[in-house]
């Protein structure tokens, strides 16, 4: 398995309650989305220090840490920076953890997203060896998550945090990376942004 992580990071201020502990499908959101993303199916480690199915790391500051007793959580590069410092703070754990290699990243707003998405993100950087990052997309759009990034892109991402880019469309311009057509149903991996938004994605 990838090494997972799941951004919890935003203020959630759309949305009005903490959607990292939201209960979705019967489980804080945050879970929803790493039990889902990390089960059976999705792509083999392959030399990438990985981790057991269903293991995961939070990036970001917790509103509700008694909402996911026991989980991993480590802080952001930097608190109220946008979602690429968290980023940044993944694939540095990573590099400090296992060392060099592919992470999974996703935010914990995406709605039943499957574990299928990432194969054919880690599968451009299996073919282009150099790659810094993978994500889809739609429109003419990045699609942020989720995305499968190398650790070598730590450099990259820290000029550009410097330089003060703090959009993921600049940053995956700048960077070297692998846009993979979104094929999938609606505009992107669904994510929802609302509790209206959120009980639309979850209908039949």
């Known amino acids: 398995m990838l090494p997972l992580y799941i951004l919890v990071g935003g203020a959630s201020s759309r949305f ?33 220090p990985g981790a ?12 509700h840490p008694d909402a996911l007793p026991g989980a991993h959580c480590i802080a952001d590069a ?10 940044l703070a993944a694939l540095d754990h990573q590099r400090r953890s296992h060392g060099e290699g592919l992470v999974a990243v996703a935010s914990c707003d995406l709605v039943r997203p499957e574990p299928q998405w990432l194969a054919p993100l880690a599968a451009a950087h299996w073919a282009e060896p ?29 000029r550009l945090l410097a330089e003060g880019v703090r959009s993921w469309q600049q940053a995956l311009a700048a960077s070297r990376a692998h846009a993979e057509p979104w094929t999938g149903p609606a505009d992107g991996p669904p994510q929802a942004n ?4 959120l009980r639309l994605r979850l209908s039949p």
């Open 130 to 158: 150099e790659l810094e990052a993978a994500a889809y997309q739609a429109a003419g759009r990045w699609q942020p998550f989720p995305c499968v990034a190398h650790t070598r892109w730590t450099q990259t991402l820290r």
């Open 78 to 87: 930097a608190e109220g920076e946008g979602p690429l410092t968290g980023v």
């Open 194 to 197: 609302t509790p209206a938004e």
């Open 16 to 48: 009005g309650v903490d959607k990292a502990s939201f209960p979705v499908d019967g489980r804080p959101w945050a879970e929803h989305v790493a039990s889902r993303l990390s089960s059976p199916g999705a792509p083999s480690r392959l030399g990438t």
């Open 52 to 63: 057991p199915s269903g293991q995961y790391t939070l990036v970001g500051r917790l509103m």
